[in-house]
Structures are given as structure tokens and as C-alpha cells.
């Protein structure tokens, strides 16, 4: 047991903590934005980043990823704050994690593997789009002063990590902040935005508090559909970041039980005083590229902002704008999968048309929501055209017997079962028909209502009919909803 800690939580302690400092500097400002696009107090935004960051760490799946308070979330909250109020919006995010919590426990997790590998690189694509364009209103009527911050920062962050002995002792975001910082501390740059600029920070630790709102029907009425939407996002959000750090990181992670860590983050972060919040693709990046990969990073980014806020307010104020933007375009950068761009000549159109698609519905609407379940639908669609592709039906005559067999092998369901109707022929005039089924299999009621008509207008002609081959399944679909074997057979298909 003690090795099993040790590993989840000390086994990367240094890197842990300075890639925690990192992701604390860098989830302020947009902490800070997501409250002001919520139309709620920036502390709101700060104190839900820094309870969903520690109690993530202790309950979550995925060891090294960030949550805290995001955009996707900030936008559902925004009628609720303006109709009914902050108080609202916490009992919105209480009833998120509970709701969050049975997902766990009903194993919804599990349902990201119908979420195809063309969809996760649109979702990647398209958040790394979003992350850029997020830093373009503070590159829009500036002066010089701030292009040349970027860029210096930019020039840090890439160049530093070459420099002997520290170059990989210290992780270049961090460094890059520190030293725009110090530039901005000792020169005259007052025409650069600030962390200050941003909002009033919060002066005080986050205290426990039941939300004030009536407990009755009417009030879970007004929260219920806001909790819905809330933990339908968080969760796709979370667990699709939650994929990209299993492959940042060459690790497995435990689906189920981040469903259930964010469910207890989440109500956690109501009764704190603090929104609904998921896991943040942009900061959990920033983590493992900056040596983050333990459990301990996670707790060390909440812990540090909520030190750097409330204890250190007026130092954080000072950090310049620049130098996080310079850091979430190295991030929106190493996001981007390029090697998605290279492969669209070598990738099937179906694959590239699923990729694209979800790119552009999640930069369209900004709701990553939307464009998964857009990419997700595309998907299926593309997968059964083409599985109802593989079907053949090949036929022999026996004179002896006057048998025409029909060998049928492939899937039959409902994009296939016009074509198996189409592949037998009606009007030749034999005695029988043998329909060997051995190689197909049949998977739905539309492939039994195909086989049905097929059989009961070979009767029509007067031509008998046997089936053979069924498998099991197969059989005990068509034993429940055929009717071709029933009396009145011919007036049940026609509807008579």
C-alpha cells in the first residue's frame, strides 16, 4: 500500500510541485474571465478552481489532470445567475455533482469508447483553436509593448529548455512568468494589462455554506435542467481530456471514477461558494508538458492558487497578461494535432469529414458538447453505411431438386436490408428456395422484416421456402418478431 502511494502521489515531487505553480498562474485570469462571462464575482471562479483541483486530486481517475472553472460550463450558467441569482447557481452545482456521482456509479464512463479516434482529434483541433483565439483580445488594439512581451515569452518558453544545467531543471512556462514579471515590476509598462486589470482577487479562504434557496419542488424545477446540461458537459469535457492525457502520457486511467471524482468535486465546490466546474484540457496540458504527473501536481495547482490570491494578491496582480498569453499559445500550439493536417490525403474521406466536422461545430457554437455529439453521430452513420456495404448474397440452382440456394453472408440491419430484399429474384420459377443464413447475422427488426418479405413473397408465387443457418442470436430475434412463420402471414406484412 505504502508503494502504491508512493507512486500515485511522491514518486515526481519536484516536477509535481513547479508544474502545480505553473498551472495556479495560469488558471487565475481565465478563472477570472470564466466568472465575468458567468455574470457572477471573480471569486466565484478562484474558489471553484482551487476546490476542484484538490479535491480532484484525491478522488479523480486521471493522476496529472487539472479541473477548474471553464468556459463550456460558464456559458450554461449564464440565464440561471441572470433570472435567479449566485444562490442558485450553487445549488445548480451541488445537485451537478450528485447527478455527476450516479453517472459514476451507473458506469457511464464507459461509454467514451464509442467516441471514434477522428472525434478526439477534432476535439483536440477545435480546443486548441478556441485556446488561440481566447488570447486574441488581448493581442487587439495594444501597443508594441505587449507583442514584444509575447514574443519574449514565447522565445522563453521554447529556447529556455536548451540552456545547460537548468534549461531541464526548471520548466520554461514558469520561468517565462517570473521573468516578464520582473520586467514589467522594474520597467515602466504601465500601458500593459495586468492580472489585476482582470478583477478585484479575493482577500479571504473560501468558507463552507449551505446555499440559500428554498427546499422544495419549485426550486429543483428552476435548477434541475441547468444541473442536466451541466453535468452532461462536465463530463464529456472531463473525460474526453481525460483520454488525450492517457496518450500524453502513455497511462490508463480510471473512467468510472472520474465520473464520481468530479460528482464530489463538484458539491464539494456548491457548499465552498464556488461554480460548476469540469477538467481543463488547456491547464492539464500546461501540467504534463511542464513535468507534471502524479496526483500531486493537481492538489499543489489548487493549493498554490488559493496561496497566490489570497496571500500574495498584490505580487499576482502585477503579472502581465502577455506572459500567460505567450504561455496558452505554447499551449494551443501542443495541442493542435499537425499531424492531422499532414494525413488528410492518407486518411479515408468518412474519417477526414468526421474530424472536420467536429472541428467546425465546436469553434462555430463553442460548446464542445455540440461537436463531440455531432462527431460521435457522423461517426455511427459513416460506420453503418459502410458495414451495410458488406453484404453479399450468392445463389446456385440444383436441378436435381429444383432448389434455388441463396447463400447470404454479411450484415443484415437497417442500412443493409433493402439490398438483401433486392438480391433474391422473385420471379423465376422454381419449387424451392433454400436461404442459407450460416455466414450472416441478423441485428435488428428491420433485417426481420426484410427476411420476412423476402420469404412471403417467394409464397406469394407459390415457392417454398426453408431457412437454415441461424445463428443464436439471430434466431431468437427473428423468433420474437417475425411473422412469416404465423398464420396470416401475407396480410400481417401488408398491413391488412
Not at 378 to 404: C, D, H, P, W
Request: aromatic share 8%; hydrophobic share 55%.
Amino acid at each position: 500500500m505504502y508503494a502504491s502511494i508512493k507512486q500515485r502521489w511522491f514518486s515526481n515531487v519536484r516536477s509535481d510541485v513547479l508544474a502545480g505553480a505553473v498551472v495556479a498562474l495560469a488558471l487565475i485570469p481565465e478563472a477570472i474571465a470564466f466568472s465575468i462571462i458567468a455574470g457572477v464575482d471573480p471569486k466565484v471562479g478562484l474558489y471553484a478552481s482551487f476546490s476542484m483541483a484538490v479535491v480532484i486530486a484525491f478522488t479523480g481517475g486521471r493522476p496529472g489532470m487539472v479541473s477548474a472553472a471553464t468556459g463550456a460550463m460558464a456559458l450554461l450558467m449564464v440565464t440561471l445567475v441572470k433570472e435567479h441569482g449566485v444562490e442558485y447557481l450553487l445549488a445548480a452545482t451541488v445537485l451537478t455533482g450528485l447527478l455527476q456521482i450516479v453517472a459514476g456509479y451507473l458506469r457511464l464512463g464507459a461509454l467514451m469508447r464509442f467516441v471514434s479516434r477522428s472525434v478526439v482529434t477534432g476535439f483536440v483541433n477545435a480546443l486548441a483553436i478556441l485556446i488561440f483565439m481566447a488570447q486574441l483580445p488581448e493581442l487587439t488594439d495594444v501597443t508594441w509593448h505587449v507583442y514584444a512581451m509575447t514574443l519574449g515569452g514565447l522565445a522563453i518558453i521554447y529556447l529556455f529548455p536548451y540552456v545547460p544545467v537548468i534549461g531541464r531543471a526548471l520548466p520554461s512556462p514558469l520561468v517565462c512568468i517570473i521573468v516578464l514579471t520582473a520586467i514589467y515590476m522594474l520597467g515602466d509598462f504601465s500601458m500593459v494589462r495586468t492580472v489585476g486589470d482582470m478583477g478585484e482577487l479575493p482577500d479571504t479562504l473560501p468558507m463552507f455554506l449551505w446555499p440559500d434557496v428554498p427546499l422544495n419542488f419549485e426550486t429543483l424545477a428552476i435548477i434541475f435542467p441547468y444541473a442536466l446540461a451541466l453535468t452532461i458537459v462536465g463530463l464529456l469535457e472531463s473525460l474526453m481530456t481525460a483520454t488525450i492525457v492517457d496518450e500524453l502520457t502513455d497511462t490508463p486511467s480510471d473512467k468510472n471514477r472520474e465520473c464520481k471524482g468530479q460528482g464530489i468535486a463538484n458539491m464539494a465546490t456548491g457548499f465552498l461558494g464556488g461554480m460548476a466546474s469540469c477538467a481543463m484540457i488547456g491547464q492539464s496540458v500546461i501540467n504534463i508538458k511542464s513535468g507534471g504527473r502524479t496526483r500531486l501536481s493537481t492538489l499543489c495547482a489548487g493549493v498554490i492558487l488559493l496561496f497566490l490570491v489570497v496571500f500574495l494578491g498584490d505580487w499576482v496582480a502585477q503579472i502581465p497578461m502577455a506572459a500567460l498569453v505567450a504561455v496558452m499559445i505554447m499551449v494551443a500550439i501542443g495541442t493542435f494535432s499537425w499531424e492531422s493536417l499532414r494525413d488528410l490525403r492518407k486518411h479515408p474521406l468518412s474519417t477526414n469529414i468526421v474530424m472536420l466536422a467536429t472541428v467546425i461545430v465546436v469553434v462555430a457554437t463553442h460548446n464542445l458538447a455540440i461537436g463531440v455529439l455531432v462527431g460521435v453521430l457522423l461517426a455511427a452513420l459513416f460506420f453503418a453505411n459502410k458495414v451495410g456495404q458488406i453484404l453479399y448474397v450468392g445463389s446456385e440452382m440444383n436441378e436435381e431438386s429444383q432448389t434455388r440456394v441463396y447463400r447470404v453472408v454479411g450484415q443484415v440491419f437497417f442500412t443493409s436490408a433493402d439490398r438483401f430484399v433486392d438480391s433474391f429474384d422473385f420471379k423465376e420459377t422454381v419449387e424451392r428456395v433454400h436461404i442459407d443464413l450460416t455466414r450472416a447475422h441478423f441485428w435488428d427488426i428491420t433485417a426481420v422484416g426484410a427476411l420476412d418479405k423476402v420469404v412471403i413473397k417467394f409464397r406469394r408465387e407459390g415457392t417454398e421456402v426453408e431457412i437454415t443457418g441461424l445463428n443464436q442470436a439471430s434466431a431468437t430475434l427473428v423468433d420474437r418478431f417475425a411473422v412469416h412463420d404465423k398464420p396470416d402471414a401475407v396480410e400481417k406484412l401488408m398491413g391488412h
